[in-house]
């Protein structure tokens, strides 16, 4: 399971007053902590305006850079941002995100292709994100079509079906699945990640079914997530399902986890 750590976006509250104070504490703290959490990838928001989001990204990722080698998710729209931020990072980063809208697949797969990343594709387009498992199927394979054309292997794409809330639709969750299998089945060098609260978002104990979808998920075919890796209990959840899977060979990762008290927190 590849998790991307969600904690350092400037859509949150504290981590924007930290971008805002060049509290660079704050966020080499979140960093680490991610890290020795577990996050294979530290996704990175500086979440401001245009006109100064280039210089907050690139602040954000040397703060980092000084204190992991935890490769960087750069999550930004802004194509001009992008392309600024890939130089000040050491290692290849990932990109967060393209879609089939034609300013995500214009002004940044190019940058993806040239720069050999790693990619979350999203699977929606101008139009916003679809109901129906075959409509996202058929973005998709847009999405797919032309990152193929740009020598990007499939690999290299991890794609989100997006997760839309249950308080908007009960059958959300089953779209989701529905649409892992159906991505896994026709595209089995893909990732497939998603944003694992927003299944949850306008609910109460939000905690409950996060754990549930990430177990569901799991077995239906995702295999990376963009999620908090301190959370203990998603960690737990976490640990069970991929024993659950057959994922963890004599229950090695398990059993290492409780003795090291990881169930105790």
């Given at each position: 399971?590849?998790?991307?750590?969600?904690?350092?976006?400037?859509?949150?509250?504290?981590?924007?007053?930290?971008?805002?104070?060049?509290?660079?504490?704050?966020?080499?703290?979140?960093?680490?902590?991610?890290?020795?959490?577990?996050?294979?990838?530290?996704?990175?928001?500086?979440?401001?305006?245009?006109?100064?989001?280039?210089?907050?990204?690139?602040?954000?990722?040397?703060?980092?850079?000084?204190?992991?080698?935890?490769?960087?998710c750069l999550d930004s729209a802004n194509p001009a941002a992008l392309e600024m931020a890939i130089k000040a990072v050491k290692k290849t980063p990932?990109?967060?995100?393209?879609?089939?809208?034609?300013?995500?697949?214009?002004?940044?797969?190019?940058?993806?292709?040239?720069?050999?990343?790693?990619?979350?594709?999203?699977?929606?387009?101008?139009?916003?994100?679809?109901?129906?498992?075959?409509?996202?199927?058929?973005?998709?394979?847009?999405?797919?079509?032309?990152?193929?054309?740009?020598?990007?292997?499939?690999?290299?794409?991890?794609?989100?079906?997006?997760?839309?809330?249950?308080?908007?639709?009960?059958?959300?969750?089953?779209?989701?699945?529905?649409?892992?299998?159906?991505?896994?089945?026709?595209?089995?060098?893909?990732?497939?990640?998603?944003?694992?609260?927003?299944?949850?978002?306008?609910?109460?104990?939000?905690?409950?079914?996060?754990?549930?979808?990430?177990?569901?998920?799991?077995?239906?075919?995702?295999?990376?997530?963009?999620?908090?890796?301190?959370?203990?209990?998603?960690?737990?959840?976490?640990?069970?399902?991929?024993?659950?899977?057959?994922?963890?060979?004599?229950?090695?990762?398990?059993?290492?986890?409780?003795r090291a008290g990881v169930f105790n927190k």
């Open positions: 399971m590849i998790i991307i750590g969600e904690k350092i976006n400037g859509t949150r509250k504290r981590v924007a007053q930290a971008i805002q104070e060049r509290d660079a504490a704050f966020i080499q703290d979140l960093a680490k902590k991610q890290t020795e959490a577990g996050a294979h990838w530290l996704d990175t928001n500086a979440g401001t305006h245009p006109s100064r989001e280039a210089d907050d990204l690139i602040w954000l990722i040397e703060n980092i850079q000084a204190v992991v080698d935890t490769p960087i990932m990109i967060n995100s393209i879609s089939a809208e034609p300013n995500r697949l214009n002004g940044i797969l190019p940058i993806v292709a040239a720069n050999k990343c790693p990619t979350i594709a999203l699977a929606m387009d101008e139009k916003g994100i679809p109901k129906t498992k075959d409509e996202r199927m058929i973005i998709i394979r847009r999405i797919i079509a032309e990152t193929r054309k740009m020598g990007i292997p499939d690999s290299n794409l991890f794609i989100d079906p997006l997760a839309m809330t249950m308080s908007t639709s009960s059958e959300s969750g089953l779209i989701f699945f529905d649409t892992i299998r159906a991505i896994r089945s026709e595209f089995p060098e893909a990732h497939i990640t998603c944003g694992l609260s927003n299944i949850s978002f306008g609910l109460p104990a939000r905690s409950y079914i996060n754990r549930v979808f990430l177990s569901l998920a799991m077995a239906a075919g995702l295999d990376s997530a963009i999620l908090d890796p301190m959370d203990p209990e998603i960690k737990t959840t976490l640990l069970a399902t991929e024993l659950l899977l057959g994922r963890d060979r004599y229950c090695l990762n398990y059993t290492r986890a409780y």
